[in-house]
């Protein structure tokens, strides 16, 4: 019967051969990448779109807080599910005037 430990050995190995596996086949792919590169006298500025350069991902902007309860503090931006604290109120009565 095979141990826990025997297991968890034998999971290591298996990661270090597959990431092995993965340089090779990287490095592979490079060198074939490379060679129809040479064969065709391309550059990466000669395969335009195709090589897409990732874009930066805005902030959101927080949305400024609508309605308050005076009482407890609570807040609400107004989207969204209205707060337990709305319930039977009328919201007018909560505006954060400003």
Known sequence: M???QEYQAKIAELQK???LARRNEITEAKERIATIMREHNLTLADLGPAVKS???VKAR???PM???DEATGQTWTGRGRAPKWLDGRKKE???IKQ
């Open 2 to 4: 095979t141990t826990y």
């Open 17 to 19: 051969q597959a990431e």
């Open 54 to 56: 990732a874009k930066p």
């Open 61 to 63: 902007a927080p949305v």
């Open 66 to 68: 609508k309605y308050r």
């Open 93 to 95: 009565d909560f505006l």
